[in-house]
């Protein structure tokens, strides 16, 4: 069985910068990538980052393992991390479905949610291009087209035409079913969405079940969100404390309540950008070797 300092459990932002950060530690680090298209594949860039603004998702991680491959100290397994198993005598042992076990003295668990899409037909065509989940990751490439905000919110739809007026001038409010409560000032369509009209990802018309046609030609739509398999197998067996909202619960320097295994990204949180994740990939690293080096304090100094 192969040793390693840390395991990383997902190859996105979080945890590629986490083994950055690692390798200059001069840690031994494992990271555990599944073969599945990552969530952010139907995007034709990742924008955020300076300096990397704008490269695919497929060229961005090529990127970061050219940076990876320059200090030696980073595997990569296509595999998917199926349990993680704390040893008696500290450290885990990490199973996969495409290899065998490997033991790491902590863990990072950065491998994301799985988004909920709905069954509407035209959705899966227009994600990542003309229905978005944030404004900040794509809307200046949807800038100037007319928007609907998908929401049965009604604080939410409050602030949708104001919020989003610097991306579009025609902004409105599509509840895909009914609102609770009127809200004021803000065009709202109610009624199921059945349809997206598009033609190659590129929205023109939503259609409502009893056959109405919105023109619109981009949707801001955030679906569900549920924990990858691994995260509830963890939270059944080890009590890993997941929140009513789905995402894994750390302190504020990414530990969760089991010692030696920590998070990081979009699996932690419903704020969900690739800046972000990287920010608290290298946080979580930064703990993992202060905790394993018995913390880096500095006493505080004393008062005149």
């Not at 990876?68 to 595999?79: F, K, Q, S, V």
């Not at 991390?81 to 199973?95: K, M, N, Q, R, Y």
């Not at 924990?227 to 750390?250: F, H, I, N, S």
């Amino acid at each position: 069985m192969q040793h390693y300092d840390a395991a990383i459990i997902g190859g996105g932002p979080a945890g590629l910068t986490a083994a950055m950060t690692l390798s200059r530690s001069v840690r031994r680090v494992a990271v555990l990538e599944t073969r599945r298209p990552p969530r952010n594949a139907p995007s034709r860039g990742v924008h955020g980052i300076v300096g990397l603004d704008g490269l695919s998702p497929d060229e961005y991680r090529r990127r970061a393992w050219a940076d990876l491959a320059r200090y030696g100290m980073a595997d990569m397994y296509e595999t998917t991390a199926t349990d993680v198993i704390p040893d008696p005598d500290g450290g885990f042992t990490v199973l996969s479905d495409r290899r065998g076990p490997l033991w790491a003295h902590q863990v990072l668990l950065a491998a994301g949610v799985i988004d909920v899409h709905p069954e509407v037909e035209g959705f899966g065509e227009c994600w990542g291009r003309t229905v978005i989940h944030c404004p900040f990751c794509v809307g200046w490439e949807n800038q100037g087209r007319t928007w609907g905000v998908v929401t049965s919110d009604p604080a939410f739809a409050r602030t949708a035409v104001a919020g989003f007026s610097a991306w579009s001038p025609d902004v409105i409010v599509l509840a895909d079913g009914t609102l609770p409560e009127p809200v004021p000032g803000t065009r709202v369509v109610e009624g199921r969405i059945r349809r997206l009209h598009h033609t190659g990802g590129r929205l023109h018309a939503v259609e409502l079940e009893d056959g109405t046609l919105v023109e619109r030609q981009t949707l801001l739509w955030q679906p569900g969100q549920r924990p990858v398999p691994l995260v509830t197998r963890l939270a059944e067996r080890l009590g890993l404390v997941v929140g009513g909202d789905g995402y894994v619960k750390t302190d504020e320097s990414h530990r969760t309540d089991v010692p030696g295994l920590y998070a990081a990204g979009d699996l932690i949180t419903e704020s969900q950008a690739a800046i972000g994740s990287a920010a608290a990939g290298s946080a979580a690293a930064f703990t993992m070797i202060s905790d394993a080096c018995g913390a880096w304090a500095v006493e505080p100094a004393e008062a005149p």
